[in-house]
């Protein structure tokens, strides 16, 4: 790994130009932020392989279904989950690949610690 110092040689101009942009940040933060919540982390975990329905998500969780509704309403704001309708049931589901690998590489992170 390269070092950059204040007192030495800076690489700031070539760090500065490998940031992601504001924009980018800033969706990666709501990310982070749906993730700080361990309930919400649960509903991920169980929405790895299966689209879910509340109910169903609430027998699992042993919450209640609107405690499951707030949950995956804030999912659903920061982009992380959607749902499919059939017929009157709403089915949960992980909208993106990268969400399950992030998942992914979190709990490997923690098992190696």
């Known amino acids: 790994m390269k ?3 204040c007192e030495g040689i800076s690489h ?30 649960k509903i991920l975990f169980a929405l790895r ?8 998500m609430s027998n699992l969780l042993e919450i209640s279904q609107s405690h499951v509704s707030h ?4 999912l659903r704001r920061y982009g992380i989950v959607d749902f499919n309708k ?3 049931m709403s089915f ?10 992030l998942l992914k590489i979190a709990l490997g ?5």
Do not use: W
């Open 71 to 74: 949950q995956l309403k804030i």
């Open 12 to 41: 700031i101009p070539i760090i500065r130009e490998s940031l992601p942009n504001s924009d980018d940040i800033i969706k990666m933060t709501y990310i982070f932020k749906a993730l700080s919540d361990p309930i919400r982390v």
């Open 109 to 113: 992170t923690i098992k190696k610690v």
């Open 3 to 5: 070092r950059s110092c």
């Open 86 to 88: 059939d017929k009157k």
């Open 49 to 56: 392989e299966y689209e879910i329905c509340v109910g169903e």
């Open 92 to 101: 949960y589901h992980i909208k993106d690949e990268h969400t399950n690998e």
